[in-house]
DNA sequence: GACCTCATGGCACCGGGTGTCATTACCATA
DNA sequence: TATGGTAATGACACCCGGTGCCATGAGGTC
């Protein structure tokens, strides 16, 4: 038998949204999270540095995969090519979450603070895509609006995404968001 | 004589700024600020929501012209043309700032919790821009992502502006980044 | 059996943020 | 001149997020 029940970082993650589902983000507690979760408020924040980090766990696999993309892309790709190649392995990614990104985005959008660490979240990713392409050989100025153009799409394809009821819609509105964009930004 | 010392806001945003400089943010502490404005805890809380708005003041003042450019925008402009019809403004804005925005920059380069409002404050001003090209007739998603290409261009720019020492260049710095921006999204 | 490791608990503490009531100069009105 | 209202501020208690520090105790090692 072992000392401690496995996963504490996941009962927690488990444990805080629902709560949050309950009753708010707001009007739960970190001692709560952790009392519902079996273990301690202390404990709590040794698994995530602060509140709203608990729902965001999946952020480190979503830039993984698409950096790797970024970096598999073909040698002649154009910056947005190599950016947006990332949209395969994010979509598969995503393909068997529906259900979980509707619930917390709905949780999300409810609370301001959640929204800054979502935005935040986005803007680090770009970082990372924008240093991929840079090792690439992309200029840095051409590197950072790739990336970023590469991240709005997402951003809005994304809400676009849980707003509505297919899970296998997500990498059609990907396309859809990119095409909008390039016709918007055509001179 | 008047009953208190006038501009009670703006006092707590030198008293903050300074005392930013001065230890850094996070060893400032609400206290502090408002007692080298002569004011309590308490006082600050009711000028301004948190600890880090005191940093955010000219966010409105930028929201309103850049908002107000839009709406005067011809109406055979197209989307985008509208949207960048603000980078005028807001460098009038701007052109007497630059030794603030520069001290401003560094404190909330170094400090991710600024960092998070900063990009929501871009997030919201992209809101308020969508729905007044939204007002203009354009379309949804194209005025979605019409304003998050400007605002994009603007924060890329801005960047550029408060590295470099020239306080006149910040229009020239927004149409080189709209110009790249522009190239990398070309089809 | 002595020792080490390491996830967890316990506890005190700090600072951000809020609810509530008290204070007091200024102003209007009688 | 008295009275009462208004509005910015102070004072204070309180909650909760977050941290530093030390204790605890089961598991493995020599």
Redesign the pocket.
């Known amino acids: 038998?072992?000392?401690?029940?496995?996963d504490?970082?996941g009962r927690l993650a488990t444990a805080a949204l629902s709560l949050f589902e309950e009753q708010g983000y707001?009007?739960?507690?970190?001692?709560?999270i952790?009392e519902r979760a079996?273990?301690?408020?202390?404990?709590?924040?040794?698994?995530?540095?602060?509140?709203?980090?608990v729902l965001f766990g999946g952020s480190q696999e979503l830039e993984r995969r698409w950096v790797e993309a970024v970096a598999a892309a073909p040698a002649g790709a154009t910056p947005l090519a190599a950016v947006t190649a990332g949209f395969d392995p994010v979509a598969e990614m995503f393909a068997e979450r529906h259900a979980f990104a509707r619930t917390r985005a709905r949780i999300v959008e409810a609370n301001p603070e959640l929204q800054e660490r979502e935005l935040i979240k986005l803007q680090n990713l770009a970082g990372a895509i924008t240093s991929k392409l840079a090792e690439r050989g992309v200029p840095a100025n051409e590197a950072i609006l790739a990336a970023q153009a590469g991240v709005t799409v997402f951003h809005v394809g994304f809400a676009h995404w849980v707003a509505q009821d297919d899970p296998a819609a997500f990498r059609r509105l990907m396309d859809i968001a990119l095409g909008e964009l390039r016709s918007v930004t055509a001179a």
């Open positions: 038998m072992t000392r401690w029940k496995p504490a970082a707001d009007d739960t507690t970190v001692a709560q952790a079996g273990l301690t408020k202390r404990t709590f924040f040794r698994y995530f540095s602060d509140k709203r980090e």
